[in-house]
């Protein structure tokens, strides 16, 4: 008997809920790197975060699915780009932050909402049309960048160059993010070509919506038993 | 006008240093390099290093074995003093600095304004009620610190051991066996017996809730908590220490500049009775040691803090005493412990990473792509 279709993302969603729990966050480790290497250290830490930091990779991977062509790809990363930058520079400076399990929370949402959204589940399930593109890949943005704020000061940044820290934890961001998309743009953009792309399409952003639902559970779970 | 600024200013003159041993983090991985920062100063702001030959006894303590620090470990920047050393075997280590005592003098004025600001009530209300208030000292003090952090997993039995100084924190639980929310039971020693009746402040620094911005160049004070808000930052410039060398305790302002400015009544017109009288605000220009738990130890030298958020705790605390002599005035002895407590350091918590503590992020990706092909390869049947 065969599965049915509706029965699998949810066995699959139980099945990999442990790797879903692999939620990136601060480690001692990387505190000793921040503590012993000035700024290029931070450089590393941002990077390495947004490297091992899926979530907004995810994110991102849902976004590229949806664009056709170099150019598209580098606008919308662009404007990723300014509204992370935007709120992880900000923020940081002035010290707004939030529970970190409530903007992780929400930054897996975005990951949800990616996919959905390529499935084409507004017009089929909503029946209504997505949201500008673009305008919601910056208010993402803007959302990343302050969970990736929050993220930063957990750490101890101390208080000399704190300008110039965050900047380079920013600028680490940026350079990690086009290490990750180097791939992932090199392997969509391959794949487009194929016969086999409209299942690779559905395959991940079926995944993303799994992902983006596992992250919540785990990031509410979190905030309600993790001790807050 | 004079009342106001009298008591202010030497209140800026006269901030003295606490001694804490602090880790960026109190969680280590056995058998790499690791950090220990001597902060003389506030438990923010170290303000001087501290010198070797001032060193008694540097200890380190794990699974058994009590080592004696080697001088040099030792290094300085800035205002702090770093130990570094590798840590070894799984185990709570203890990590202990006990100086060589130095005296001070200073008029009543200054020693008057110094027991207020360190909190160090018993002695200003003895002074009250023996009208000894006019009588400057020539104080012997000395610093005895000790901290208790984790390396690995296993929880090992050194946290309750003595190091044999002469005033001495021992806690009467693991403080890795803790967790927010939680009390921590505590004995004070003085030359090895209970100490009671004696004044102690509890404390802690947020972990993650806080860093340090200041008002000062390139620096900032934030604290998202009331608590926490012990950030002595803002006018560090107006403090004038003369830190010029190591040796030097503050408290050197009392002989240099502290006579200059006449003991007066109104210098003492604050309520030290009060447990917020050395809530002093940022401008007022001083810090204050004083914030926090003020707890008592009992008969047996016991007393309990709340730990009551994640963050680096500490306990401090000075026995100060009056001494029979030609010279020596007082003796004070003072005493700090410095641990971490967390709400958890399971899997369900977020406070680290899972690669340290759990599953590598690489398991995360393999199982992602997994996944994905999983779904692919369903897909593509369905074709």
Known sequence: MKPSFKKLPVTLLFLFTPFLLAAHGVSSADQEILNNGGLLSYIYVGAKHMVTGYDHLLFLVGVIFYLSGFKDIVRFITVFTIGHSITLIGATYLGIKADEHLIDAVIALSVLYKGFENLGGFEKYLKFKSPNLLLMVFIFGLIHGFGLSTRLQSFDVGSSQFLAKIFSFNVGVELGQICALIPIVFIISQWKNKKSFDSFYKATNLYLIIAGIGLFLYQMYGYYYGGH | MKKIVLPLLALVLFSSHIMYLKLDSYFLKPNKSATIQLFNGTFDKSENVIDRDRMLDVSLLNNGQRIKVDESQWSEKDSITFLNFRTGEPGTYVVGVSTAPRSIEMDA???????????????????????????????????????????????????????????????????????????????????????????????????????????????????????????????????????????????????????????????????????????????????????????????????????????????????????????????????????????????????????????????????????????????????
């Open chain 2, 109 to 383: 004025e200054a020693f008057n304004t110094y027991l207020e600001h360190e909190g160090i009530q018993d002695m200003l209300a003895w002074r009250r009620d023996n009208d000894a208030l006019e009588g400057d000292a020539n104080e012997r003090y000395s610093k005895h610190v000790k901290t208790i952090f984790q390396v690995g997993d296993k929880r090992t039995d050194d946290w309750q051991k003595e190091l044999g100084y002469p005033i001495e924190f021992i806690p009467l639980d693991n403080p890795y066996e803790l967790n927010t929310g939680d009390e921590l039971k505590f004995k004070l020693l003085f030359k090895g017996k209970p100490l009671a009746n004696q004044l102690v402040y509890a404390n802690y620094k947020g972990s993650s809730e806080e860093h340090s911005h200041g008002t000062a160049e390139n620096e900032h004070s934030h604290a998202s908590k009331p608590e926490e808000a012990h950030s002595h930052e803002k006018n560090a410039e107006k403090h004038s220490h003369d830190h010029s060398k190591e040796e030097k305790h503050s408290h050197d302002h009392g002989k240099e500049e502290g006579q200059s400015h006449k003991a007066t009544e109104e210098a003492y017109s604050h309520d030290t009775n009060s447990a917020d009288a050395h809530s002093h605000d940022s401008e007022a220009g001083g810090h204050t040691h004083t914030s926090g738990q003020q707890l008592r130890t009992d008969s047996q030298g016991m007393a309990t803090a709340k730990l009551t958020a994640d963050g680096i705790w500490y306990l401090q605390t000075i026995h100060l005493q009056n001494i029979e002599g030609e010279e020596i005035t007082h003796e004070s002895n003072w005493s700090t412990l410095t641990f971490e407590i967390t709400h958890a350091h399971g899997t369900d918590t977020h406070t680290h990473a899972p690669a340290e503590e759990g599953i590598p992020a690489y398991v995360y990706w393999v199982g992602s792509l997994f996944l994905i092909a999983i779904l692919f390869f369903w897909f593509n049947r369905k074709k």
